[in-house]
């Protein structure tokens, strides 16, 4: 007699916001970079997807994927790669022990929410494709590690293999043909650096008009900049930025950000035809992050923007009256903000001279996100569908 249970697992998984840039591949049909990267997992707290993997062999019909209570197709390449490696695994242990039940074989119904706007430039599928692979995993009670998992996490999105690890990450792009030296890597954890603070500016919650996929491919055809960034630059700023890191230099880290962030859109400006990730809102953020490294006399405050227009700003814990108060001095009716109000940056007037810039934050940001170094991916007993195997409906921010 078939077994109707349905069998669930629930994980949520953070969004990561590269320092060392991921853009280009030397394998697409793998998804193999040509650079490595690193990035910062940020708190679960402020950016998550929460997944539900679930299975019984009375479900029929395809795979599917409920998204934000919209239903998703997975019979890409990538959500293929994905699937098929993950019931590899399963059915490795099922022929070893015969008696555990034939989940590599049925039906998968998966769901999955964002707390943060869907492909809108805030790394959504890397969080997506970490908490998917994650759900199924331990749905399926592999026994593979993060880092083994990320190997196919990285199928599905590249830089959803960084977050299947938390704190500070990198994507080793590896040399052999095949991938399995392209997985990621824990530099430092939350513990060894865990004052970094990052606050988004959320400009835009549309979806971004080129893709990353897209995008990096013409640039890999197209840009002049991008094989001297790509083989001599970012090797050099991987080995700078663990560095930086290890000896919680915020000021080495900051520059760095900064840099390689202006290398990456200079890569994508230098494509033909050029890509416009930033816009003006863009350019107004960096320029105010300029003005408060100018007032503090160092860096202390450090932008990045990945392929969409929203800024993200690191800083560390001591800075950020320094850093928060004077952007709220402008975006203090924003939604997004914690604790009590601070006005005392319009007193000190950080903007002075600069009235076009604080109109543009002020017109051109939607909404910001505090948030923090954080942990990876982590087992929930909520569930997103019931024991029926019916998704559960959920409120969608």
């Given at each position: 007699?078939?077994?109707?249970?349905?069998?669930?697992a629930?994980?949520?998984?953070?969004?990561?916001?590269?320092?060392?840039?991921?853009?280009g591949?030397?394998?697409?049909?793998?998804n193999?970079?040509?650079?490595?990267s690193?990035?910062?997992?940020?708190?679960?707290?402020?950016?998550?997807?929460?997944t539900?993997?679930?299975?019984?062999?009375?479900?029929?019909?395809?795979?599917?994927?409920?998204?934000?209570?919209?239903?998703?197709?997975?019979?890409?390449?990538?959500?293929?790669?994905?699937l098929?490696?993950?019931?590899?695994?399963?059915?490795?242990?099922?022929?070893?022990?015969?008696?555990?039940?034939?989940?590599?074989?049925w039906?998968?119904?998966?769901?999955?929410?964002?707390?943060f706007?869907?492909?809108?430039?805030?790394?959504s599928?890397?969080?997506?494709?970490?908490?998917?692979?994650?759900?199924?995993?331990?749905?399926?009670?592999?026994?593979?590690?993060?880092?083994?998992?990320?190997?196919?996490?990285?199928?599905?999105?590249?830089?959803?293999?960084?977050?299947?690890?938390?704190?500070?990450?990198?994507w080793?792009?590896?040399?052999?043909?095949?991938?399995?030296?392209?997985?990621?890597?824990?530099?430092?954890?939350?513990?060894?650096?865990?004052?970094?603070?990052?606050?988004?500016?959320?400009?835009?919650?549309?979806?971004?008009?080129?893709?990353?996929?897209?995008?990096?491919?013409?640039?890999?055809?197209?840009?002049?900049?991008?094989?001297?960034?790509?083989?001599?630059?970012?090797?050099?700023?991987?080995?700078?930025?663990?560095?930086?890191?290890?000896?919680?230099?915020?000021?080495?880290?900051?520059?760095?950000?900064?840099?390689?962030?202006?290398?990456?859109?200079?890569?994508?400006?230098?494509?033909?035809?050029?890509?416009?990730y930033?816009?003006?809102?863009s350019?107004?953020?960096?320029?105010?992050?300029?003005?408060?490294?100018?007032?503090?006399?160092?860096?202390?405050?450090?932008?990045t923007?990945?392929?969409?227009p929203?800024?993200?700003?690191?800083?560390?814990?001591?800075?950020g009256?320094?850093?928060?108060?004077?952007?709220?001095?402008?975006?203090?009716?924003?939604?997004?903000?914690?604790?009590?109000t601070?006005?005392?940056?319009?007193?000190?007037?950080?903007?002075?001279?600069?009235?076009?810039?604080?109109?543009?934050?002020?017109?051109?940001?939607?909404?910001?996100?505090?948030?923090?170094?954080?942990?990876?991916p982590?087992?929930?007993?909520?569930?997103?569908?019931d024991?029926?195997?019916?998704?559960?409906?959920?409120?969608?921010?």
């Open positions: 007699m078939a077994d109707p249970k349905v069998y669930r629930s994980t949520t998984a953070p969004v990561n916001i590269a320092v060392i840039k991921y853009w591949k030397r394998d697409a049909a793998l193999l970079p040509t650079n490595s690193l990035s910062v997992t940020l708190s679960q707290d402020d950016l998550r997807t929460h539900t993997a679930s299975c019984s062999s009375s479900f029929s019909g395809l795979d599917s994927l409920l998204l934000n209570n919209n239903y998703q197709p997975l019979d890409s390449p990538r959500s293929a790669a994905c098929k490696a993950l019931r590899a695994l399963r059915a490795e242990l099922e022929a070893q022990d015969p008696s555990l039940p034939k989940l590599s074989e039906t998968l119904r998966l769901a999955s929410t964002n707390n706007p869907t492909g809108a430039g805030l790394a599928s890397a969080a997506g494709f970490a908490a998917l692979v994650r759900a199924i995993a331990t749905l399926y009670s592999l026994p593979q590690s993060p880092t083994n998992l990320s190997l196919i996490a990285r199928q599905g999105s590249g830089s959803a293999c960084r977050s299947l690890l938390g704190g500070y990450v990198a080793d792009a590896g040399c052999e043909a095949d991938g399995r030296d392209s997985k990621a890597r824990k530099v430092a954890p939350v513990e060894h650096w865990p004052e970094m603070r990052a606050l988004v500016l959320v400009v835009s919650a549309e979806k971004k008009k080129v893709s990353s996929t897209s995008g990096m491919q013409a640039t890999v055809a197209t840009s002049s900049l991008f094989k001297t960034r790509a083989e001599t630059v970012v090797p050099e700023r991987m080995r700078e930025m663990e560095d930086a890191i290890a000896g919680r230099d915020f000021e080495r880290f900051g520059r760095l950000t900064m840099r390689d962030s202006n290398s990456f859109h200079a890569c994508c400006l230098d494509t033909e035809p050029p890509i416009f930033l816009n003006d809102v350019r107004a953020a960096i320029r105010a992050v300029d003005v408060i490294n100018e007032k503090a006399g160092k860096i202390v405050a450090a932008y923007f990945d392929a969409g929203n800024a993200v700003i690191y800083f560390l814990k001591k800075d009256h320094s850093v928060i108060s004077r952007f709220r001095a402008i975006l203090g009716d924003k939604e997004g903000w914690k604790g009590a601070m006005s005392a940056a319009r007193s000190e007037g950080f903007m002075e001279g600069f009235d076009a810039v604080e109109e543009t934050l002020r017109k051109g940001i939607d909404r910001v996100i505090e948030t923090q170094v954080g942990e990876g982590v087992n929930v007993q909520e569930h997103l569908i024991e029926s195997g019916k998704v559960v409906e959920v409120n969608v921010p």
